[in-house]
């Protein structure tokens, strides 16, 4: 079936630093990709979304950008700071109707 | 508005009994959806809903699994019987689209 896969499954890094996590998606029909950002023990939460008529969507520290004929799209996240670090996940809208969650990245951002 | 609301929000039961679980959506929104977390899979799109009717249930991992959605303000998954494979986190989320998904705080399910 359609599948969206995700890397690095962990991710550590500095404060301050920048941290980038990638997912590929199969469906080429695929038009709509956020991102949601879990914190322990608490519900997933809407971080930044694009559609596939954009490359690139900034929000203060955090941007994504997509690359539709690689079926690629990215997070970004610069400056990070320790209320960074959590479980995120990216997802692609799958047969125009549905979200297929990638299998979601630790990021733990050492202070 | 409250956000989406799910009960319980802790569920302890035994292999065998029946475990229903319940979500109210968001005022307002027409998609309502199930997902369910582990370890293992992640998060898994069990079924969701557009306007109360049932759009795409091929996620229900089995028969024992059933969901409703009797009015636009209340939705329940139920379990019957329930097995320890059933243990995770089931998330109901609720969208105005099918798009930007609003998760409520979920319910952690045990099974003994």
């Known amino acids: 079936g359609e599948n969206v896969e995700q890397h690095p499954s962990t991710l550590s890094v500095q404060e301050g630093d920048s941290a980038v996590i990638k997912c590929t998606y199969s469906?080429?029909?695929?038009?709509?990709f956020p991102w949601y950002k879990q914190e322990l023990g608490k519900r997933p939460q809407l971080i930044i979304d694009?559609?596939?008529?954009?490359g690139e969507k900034k929000d203060q520290r955090i941007a994504v950008t997509l690359n539709k004929t690689a079926k690629h799209f990215s997070l970004h996240i610069t400056e990070t700071q320790p209320e960074d670090s959590a479980v995120y996940f990216c997802a692609a809208s799958i047969h125009g109707n549905k979200l297929v969650f990638g299998a979601g990245t630790i990021l733990r951002v050492k202070s | 508005d409250a956000g989406v609301i799910q009960s319980p929000r802790h569920e302890v039961t035994e292999m065998g009994q029946e475990v229903t679980l319940r979500c109210k959506p968001i005022s307002g929104h027409d998609y309502l959806f199930w997902y369910r977390q582990t370890m293992m899979r992640g998060l898994e799109l069990l079924i969701y809903f557009n306007n109360n009717v049932p759009i795409d249930d091929s996620g229900m991992p089995e028969d024992r699994f059933s969901a409703k959605m009797p009015n636009a303000s209340f939705s329940t998954l139920k379990i019957q019987p329930s097995e320890p494979r059933d243990s995770a986190v089931y998330f109901c989320?609720?969208?105005?689209?099918?798009?930007?998904?609003?998760f409520g705080s979920g319910t952690q399910l045990s099974v003994l």
């Open positions: 469906d080429s029909a695929s038009n709509y």
């Open positions: 694009i559609r596939s008529n954009v």
């Open positions: 989320a609720s969208s105005l689209t099918n798009e930007k998904l609003f």
